[in-house]
């Protein structure tokens, strides 16, 4: 959408010019025309003033219009980004929804045994998707703890509990000790906890048996980087992008079970926390996920 300086805009800008021609022309009239030291008559001088006088406020007026349009827009552009963006988390729904509604509509319709079992198990998933729906947007909206908070022991529970339901890996815990060990930040516990593990959970979860997952801990400027890294799948190079968005999931992890939220939960943490959180993965080769939380 193009933005034009209104006609009002412009019959504003020109006022002064208008003021000082008038001021030139009654002095004139009234023949009060005087001589100033710098040998110009008060007309001359009124009607230079004007004009410098309308430049300044004309380029004042034009430049505040043209604010209002770079405004309205980024306003138009976010908007549009926005709609886009609902519109595709509106189609993964209907993606990842479909399958299981169809298979329980299968299993209540056939009444047999086998397609009975399939409909428990996507009502199971179904029900699993709304509650992490549910708890992605408390996530966004709850209030936070401040706590002072060990991420070093926040990884090595989650590397424990990740290990007890994917025992065939590698895994190391790494946190620095020297010069001075990594400090503790202030959050929320318990969703640090969750952001961790999740980072920890997709690691083992998308390799095969006898991969690697490490977690390794630094500081640097008041900023702890928790960084997990693997020797998985990977994903693939066109669809990394898109892996914070809600229900995402890479075309190779889809016999995984899952819901795609994982990402989207660690990202609305970490930026609560004032931090973020960052992903560069090779496929074949193995994922590294970047998780940064400032100490205070």
């Known amino acids: 959408m193009t933005h034009r300086p209104s006609r009002a805009r412009l019959w504003w800008a020109l006022l002064p010019l208008g003021i000082g021609m008038l001021a030139a022309l009654v002095l004139i009239a009234t023949r009060t025309n005087a ?3 710098l040998s110009l008559p008060f007309a001359t001088l009124a009607l ?4 410098v006088a309308s430049i300044v406020w004309a380029a004042a007026v034009m430049a505040r219009g043209a604010r209002k349009a770079i405004v309205a827009r980024a306003v138009s552009e976010a908007e549009a980004a926005s709609r ?3 519109a595709r988390f509106l189609r993964r729904l209907d993606h990842e929804v479909k399958n299981p509604v169809t298979a329980i509509r299968t299993g209540l319709a ?7 079992t399939v409909a428990r198990v996507q ?24 706590e002072s908070v060990d991420l070093e ?13 994917h025992p065939q ?12 060990p990594v400090p503790a930040v202030t959050g929320d516990p318990d969703l640090l ?9 997709n690691a083992a979860k998308y390799s095969d048996p006898g991969a690697t997952v490490e977690v390794r801990g630094t500081e640097h400027d008041g900023i702890v980087t928790v960084e997990v890294a693997d020797t998985g799948w990977g994903i693939p190079a066109e669809e990394i992008d898109g892996v914070w968005d809600d229900l995402a999931r890479g075309s190779n992890a889809r016999a995984v079970e899952g819901t795609g939220l994982g990402l989207a939960v660690v990202r609305v943490i970490a930026r609560r926390h004032g931090g973020d959180v960052s992903l560069r993965s090779q496929q074949g080769q193995g994922t590294r996920a970047v998780l940064t939380v400032p100490v205070r």
């Open 35 to 37: 001589v100033l030291v």
């Open 48 to 51: 230079a003033l004007s004009v």
């Open 84 to 86: 886009a963006e609902r």
């Open 110 to 116: 056939t009444g047999d045994a086998a397609a009975l």
């Open 123 to 146: 009502s199971e998933r179904l029900s699993s998707l709304v509650a992490d729906l549910a708890k992605l947007a408390e996530l966004e909206t709850r209030p936070l703890e401040r």
């Open 153 to 165: 022991s926040l990884a090595r529970d989650a590397v424990e509990a990740v290990a007890g339901r």
């Open 169 to 180: 890996r590698s895994y190391r815990v790494e946190f620095a000790r020297v010069p001075w």
């Open 193 to 201: 906890a969750v952001a961790v593990y999740n980072l920890v959970g």
